[in-house]
């Protein structure tokens, strides 16, 4: 038999006829120990004003400049060791917090330690800002802290004294929604107190992890350990009454751990998971919270590691992947990305294929 050559409209109905066979590759620029990042284990990225990107790991805190990566040293006046987490508020300065229960913030100059008692001490879990600029800080089993713009600190331990806080987001005038190992509730800071008005009784004993704004003020996203994810809806502007949706069982997250959730400047979803991998929900139009189509990074198609702990997009639109063991990975423009087939399932029938 001569060769056999398909023209490009022969693929083109091959491609639609066989699509189960073809899949796409998604290209990932991967930072890790050999291109000079301090440790495998990312848990926290942020981006400073000057577009610098800082990176949170299991041994430290690294910046990126775009050609490489700067390890912070101890004589910076940073805590050392494990950053679990980040945040840049309105006023330009970069916050850390660390698992040994330290916070440290970066004023654009220089590292500075905040001071707290020497039983401060459980990791930081969230650090949040409310719209009068001042910063809460979260810790597992410490309780919360608050920092005014002068820097002095208040701790409210007593309030939660019988709950692990994993999550914190101002939603309105001293209204704070608190995601717990037990589950998660709306608090109003009274006369100096965190007083609870009420739980998200959908949600009780179940684990939440994270709390993210989406592109409508009155509407939350919810990651829990377990249970997939949520969109908690607030009636009135107050919260005094609430919708809450299981989004999971609508995208098939059910009962996965969502790490993290991002809702991007073109409100796209990133769900990062411990163990499945980022999936990305495109949404339908303008059809609010409705999304029309699902993209699933994963290990199969150019992700590095399926264990995510969040996505961050930079001033630039760019995308920034940390997982738990791979490092940092950037998500090259997927107009570049690549098309395979397995071209083992034709049994060898296809001689060649080319475009003329």
């Known amino acids: 038999m001569g060769l056999v050559k398909l023209k490009t409209n022969v693929i083109l109905i091959l491609v639609f006829c066989v699509q189960n066979l073809f899949g796409q590759m998604y290209q990932f620029k991967e930072y890790g120990i050999e ?5 495998p284990f990312v848990y926290t990225v942020s981006e400073d004003n000057n577009g610098f990107i800082w990176i949170g790991t299991g041994e430290g805190l690294c910046k990126f400049d775009g050609f490489g990566f700067k390890v912070s040293e101890e004589d910076d006046s940073l805590a050392s060791g494990f950053v679990s987490s980040s945040y840049l508020d309105s006023k330009g300065i970069l916050w850390f917090g660390h698992y040994s229960g330290q916070v440290t913030y970066y004023d654009g100059i220089e ?10 001490n459980s990791i930081i879990t969230e650090i949040a800002e409310d719209d009068q600029g001042t910063v809460y800080i979260a810790s597992q089993n410490s309780g919360l802290l608050r920092v005014d713009k002068d820097f002095e600190v208040a701790i409210f331990s007593d ?30 800071l009274k006369q100096n107190q965190f007083i609870q008005e009420y739980s998200i009784e959908e949600l009780d004993y179940i684990s939440v992890q994270t709390i993210n704004k989406s592109h409508d003020p009155n509407a939350f996203w919810i990651g829990t350990e377990d249970s997939g994810f949520f969109l908690l809806k607030s009636k009135g502007e107050d919260f005094s009454a609430y919708e809450i949706i299981n ?34 929900l495109i949404p339908e139009n303008d059809d609010e919270f409705n999304y029309s189509k699902v993209i699933h990074y994963s290990t199969l198609n150019g992700l590095s590691d399926n264990f995510v702990k969040a996505v961050f ?35 060898g029938n296809i001689l060649s294929i080319d475009e003329t």
């Open 159 to 188: 309030e939660f004294s019988e709950n692990l806080i994993y999550s914190i987001f101002p939603v309105g005038e001293f209204q704070f929604l608190i995601g717990t190992g037990e589950g998660l509730a709306l608090y109003t």
């Open 35 to 39: 291109e000079g990042l301090s440790h």
């Open 247 to 280: 989004m999971g069982e609508k995208y098939d997250l059910a009962y996965d751990n969502v790490e993290s959730i991002l809702e991007d400047t073109e409100n796209l979803v990133w769900i990062s998971t411990s163990g499945k991998g980022v999936f990305k």
């Open 313 to 347: 997009q930079d001033w630039e639109g760019n995308y920034w992947i940390a997982t738990y063991g791979k490092g940092l990975a950037f998500l090259v423009d997927e107009t570049f990305t690549m098309h395979y087939k397995n071209l083992e399932e034709f049994n």
């Open 111 to 120: 590292f500075k330690l905040l001071d707290l008692p020497e039983d401060f």
